[in-house]
């Protein structure tokens, strides 16, 4: 007979109370994902939108869904706006579109006590859905939190942590949910509803419209223009859903939670309209007054035309390896890419002045059908860059016509 030690003997004695505990204690430690509930009747769902944040990744806000169940002891937010700082190459895999984003379920008093200290405003829009209908959402948002499930490849206008809320309710109501006001009435492109949101960081502002492309410029249509957090719940808010035979209103009430100190963005004293129109008044008087100090303005032109140039290399590698959708067809590519020839003349006038003079006719043209670009495309080239933009046709004509034989002899002489 196998001797027992008093360890042993105990839990031989009390089998099934250690099993129950047991099981007690495997339920608390379950993963909030892994636990599937009949809901009661008295489960809410609501929509969850958190203020713009003064960090960058949070200036267009937030939208979570929010489910709470007293009966069950349900309350938890669901966010598919999760994404790892210390991922391996974080900002390449952003810039190139490879980041990973996931649905992550939270405690809800938890997400509620972080966004209020961050100094976000929460807006709590709790919805009109049925019980079968809450049970359906909770089944899809459990299945999307599983390891398998809950990963995806975030895009800005298309899929990001609204879109994913608004599918999750759709996937559920259908075609009872229905939006009573037209949802883009002033027909504003994704470019036009996103700038509004980059008013408090002018240079960021500058470098998005710099690297997006055409399709920005598209006018969404339906449900494609719900992609802000503030444009789902400002459309849900005079939305209805039918139940039966009655339309009722699909926000059946509203909270809203105000933080003690609220986040605020300050924009910088040095925008970009004030530094590149403060360069334009100093350079063109100055390189029309002093244009015989070659040795000065070869070195201011290769850092103008440098800069620009690598901004047009930036365009062309997020072009044409960026998964992003967004990136394509940059009409920026235009005049960006010129200046590396102009900065070529720039460089080599000196060794060679008859065969940079032949590059004259087609940069010029280069130019010319830069201009005719962007008055037949539809792309919207930013305002703080027209100074830039003068500036670098100004300095590439004063390149082109010094590098002219004639006129570099007579400067020569004069400069003698």
């Known amino acids: 007979m196998p001797v027992l030690t008093v360890d042993q003997c105990f839990i031989y004695k009390y089998k099934k109370f250690c099993i129950l505990l047991a099981v007690f204690f495997g339920v608390l430690t379950t993963p909030l994902w892994a636990q599937q509930?009949?809901?009661?009747?008295?489960?809410?769902?609501?929509?969850?939108?958190?203020?713009?944040?003064?960090?960058?990744?949070?200036?267009?806000?937030?939208?979570?869904?929010?489910?709470?169940?007293?009966?069950?002891?349900?309350d938890r937010t669901y966010n598919y706006g999760t994404f790892d700082f210390d991922t391996e190459g974080f900002y390449r895999k952003f810039a190139l579109g490879n980041l990973q984003y996931f649905l992550s379920v939270n405690e809800y008093e938890r997400a509620k006590q972080a966004y209020l200290k961050a100094g976000r405003t929460i807006t709590e829009q709790r919805l009109n859905l049925s019980l079968e209908q809450t049970q359906q959402l909770f089944r899809y948002l459990q299945t999307n939190a599983r390891p398998e499930n809950r990963y995806y490849s975030y895009e800005f206008f298309y899929d990001n942590c609204t879109t994913r809320v608004y599918d999750a309710i759709n996937a559920v109501a259908g075609d009872a949910l229905r939006f009573q006001e037209p949802l883009n009435p002033k027909q504003e492109s994704f470019r036009e509803f996103i700038n509004s949101y980059l008013e408090p960081v002018p240079w960021v502002k500058l470098g998005v419209n710099l690297v997006l492309g055409l399709p920005t410029d598209e006018i969404p249509s339906g449900s494609e223009m719900l992609?802000?957090?503030?444009?789902?719940?400002?459309?849900?808010?005079?939305?209805?859903?039918?139940?039966?035979?009655?339309?009722?209103?699909?926000?059946?009430?509203?909270?809203?939670?105000?933080?003690?100190?609220?986040?605020?963005?300050?924009?910088?004293?040095?925008?970009?309209?004030?530094?590149?129109?403060?360069?334009?008044?100093?350079?063109?008087?100055?390189?029309?007054?002093?244009?015989?100090?070659?040795?000065l303005w070869r070195w201011f032109d290769c850092v103008l035309f440098g800069i620009v140039g690598g901004i047009g290399f930036l365009i062309l590698i997020l072009w044409l390896f960026s998964a992003y959708p967004t990136t394509t067809w940059n009409a920026n590519i235009v005049w960006t890419l010129i200046a590396p020839i102009i900065l070529y003349v720039v460089i080599h006038k000196k060794k060679c002045r008859l065969q940079t003079w032949k590059l004259t006719e087609p940069v010029i043209l280069g130019i010319v059908f830069m201009a005719m670009t962007f008055l037949l495309i539809h792309q919207d080239i930013p305002p703080a860059l027209y100074p830039v933009l003068v500036l670098l046709i100004f300095r590439g004509w004063m390149c082109f016509f010094m590098s002219k034989p004639k006129y570099a002899t007579l400067l020569e002489v004069n400069s003698n």
């Not at 209805?240 to 009655?246: L, P, R, V, Y």
């Not at 926000?251 to 809203?256: A, L, M, N, Y």
């Not at 590149?276 to 008044?281: G, K, M, Q, T």
């Open 227 to 295: 992609f802000l957090p503030n444009l789902l719940k400002k459309r849900f808010a005079n939305a209805k859903i039918q139940n039966a035979d009655t339309s009722v209103a699909l926000v059946d009430d509203q909270t809203i939670y105000t933080p003690a100190n609220k986040a605020v963005l300050n924009p910088p004293v040095l925008t970009p309209k004030l530094v590149f129109w403060s360069l334009f008044v100093l350079v063109i008087p100055l390189g029309i007054a002093f244009s015989n100090k070659q040795s």
């Open 37 to 74: 509930a009949q809901l009661s009747s008295e489960t809410k769902v609501s929509l969850i939108t958190a203020s713009p944040g003064d960090e960058l990744y949070t200036i267009f806000g937030h939208t979570a869904l929010r489910i709470t169940d007293p009966t069950n002891n349900i």
